[in-house]
């Protein structure tokens, strides 16, 4: 573990509660015990001994696990959380790919909407087919949800665009922007989530 994270690290948090969803910074780590800093209205959302998830980037792919809190001080606003070195195996780094995922949502301009499918995402953004005619130079307004009914909006930037032979209709793959963080950790969250459950079947 102490090889794919260090001090200083940025690392993403999630409990229970997806609301409490955040990103830090780790303070230190000594053993199999990772200390962060955490918001001192942030810190209702987590409890000792419960399991949370955690990732991070790292120079090819993000770690992600599963520790325990061990320690919450409110005074310092820290958490502690310790992961099981029995387990240390699979820790392992993680390509970070994109994730199949089919569901129409519509963009807007300025001047009008555009129905769209979604075929692939990731946090960063996702690649979709429109018979629209989308810009490169523009920025359009999505919303769009996981698996919960919970919207996520943002803004979503074409970067390449291609046209489908087979059914004329335009593949265009982009970037979102302005995206809030706990959307990112609700998207990460469920990309990691689908690719180990098609890993593991």
Do not use: W
């Not at 987590?46 to 770690?63: A, C, N, R, W």
């Not at 996520?152 to 793959?173: H, L, M, Y």
Request: net charge neutral; aromatic share 8%; with cysteine.
């Amino acid at each position: 573990m102490k090889n794919l994270i260090k001090n200083g690290q940025k690392i993403f948090m999630v409990p229970k509660d997806i609301k409490g969803g955040l990103s830090t910074v780790i303070n230190k780590i000594v053993g199999t015990t990772i200390e962060v800093n955490v918001k001192k209205e942030d810190i209702q959302y987590y409890k000792s001994g419960e399991v949370i998830e955690m990732f991070t980037v790292i120079d090819d792919g993000m770690l992600y696990f599963k520790p325990r809190v061990v320690n919450i001080d409110s005074v310092e606003n820290t958490i502690k959380v310790e992961f099981d070195k029995n387990k240390y195996d699979q820790l392992q780094r993680r390509e970070y790919t994109r994730i199949d995922m089919h569901k129409e949502f519509t963009l807007k301009d300025e001047e009008k909407s555009y129905i769209c499918t979604c075929l692939d995402l990731s946090a960063g953004g996702m690649k979709i087919e429109t018979e629209a005619e989308l810009e490169c130079a523009k920025d359009y307004e999505i919303e769009f949800s996981l698996e919960s009914k919970i919207p996520i909006e943002c803004f979503f930037k074409p970067i390449r665009t291609s046209k489908d032979a087979s059914t004329g209709k335009n593949i265009v793959s982009g970037r979102f922007i302005a995206l809030k963080n706990i959307d990112k950790i609700a998207i990460v969250q469920f990309c990691f989530k689908k690719q180990m459950e098609n890993t593991n079947k």
